[in-house]
């Protein structure tokens, strides 16, 4: 059973930083696209940032580019993503993707398994 379970949300001030974490069950030795999204209350669900297995070919969404960095523990079996310069709109439940393969896309149903969220709710 795949299990990926996200830590690290939590309540901030605009301008700071959080680091998120995702622990992942799957034996990610193999070519995984890992990913991750967000959704705010009354809005879908949207890509952030992709990673393939290996800490490879780093893809961003426009909105956070610059701000956030995706990358990955292969010791720990962890995918971070390391949130700087935090806006109000940024405020949302964030949630950790995987799939298999090699071509990483922010596309939400390309991804398989999916952990249950942590909130993120940054105030101005």
């Known amino acids: 059973q795949v299990q990926l379970v996200e830590s690290g949300g939590g309540s901030v001030q605009a301008g700071e930083s959080l680091r998120l974490s995702c622990e992942v069950s799957?034996?990610?030795?193999?070519?995984?696209?890992m990913g991750w999204f967000r959704q705010s209350p009354g809005a879908e669900r949207e890509g952030l940032a992709t990673i393939l297995t290996g800490g490879r070919f780093p893809t961003y969404a426009d909105a956070v580019k610059g701000r956030f960095t995706i990358s990955q523990d292969k010791d720990k079996n962890t995918v971070y993503l390391q949130m700087n310069m935090l806006k109000p709109e940024d405020t949302a439940m964030y949630y950790c993707?995987?799939?298999?393969?090699?071509?990483?896309?922010?596309?939400?149903?390309?991804?398989?398994?999916w952990g249950q969220g942590t909130q993120v709710t940054v105030s101005s």
């Open positions: 993707a995987a799939r298999r393969g090699w071509d990483c896309r922010l596309v939400i149903n390309d991804y398989i398994y």
């Open positions: 799957i034996d990610t030795s193999g070519n995984y696209c």
